[in-house]
């Protein structure tokens, strides 16, 4: 498979999400941005918890 038609065949890939959007409508942003913050900051106090003695 050469780069000409890896490219083309990834431009035609693209062009074709812009009908759909590309998101689900039970998906909030809002919710899954909260969501993921959330487990980040029980992970990093986690972390911290188990590092005291640095």
């Not at 009908?19 to 980040?40: D, I, Q, R």
């Not at 992970?43 to 918890?49: E, F, K, M, N, V």
């Amino acid at each position: 498979m050469s780069l000409h038609s890896t490219a083309a065949q990834l431009v035609t890939l693209a062009s074709e999400g812009g009908e759909h959007g590309g998101n689900h409508e039970s998906l909030n942003p809002l919710v899954t941005g909260g969501g993921a913050f959330v487990v980040l900051c029980l992970l990093l106090w986690i972390t911290t918890r188990f590092n005291r003695d640095r």
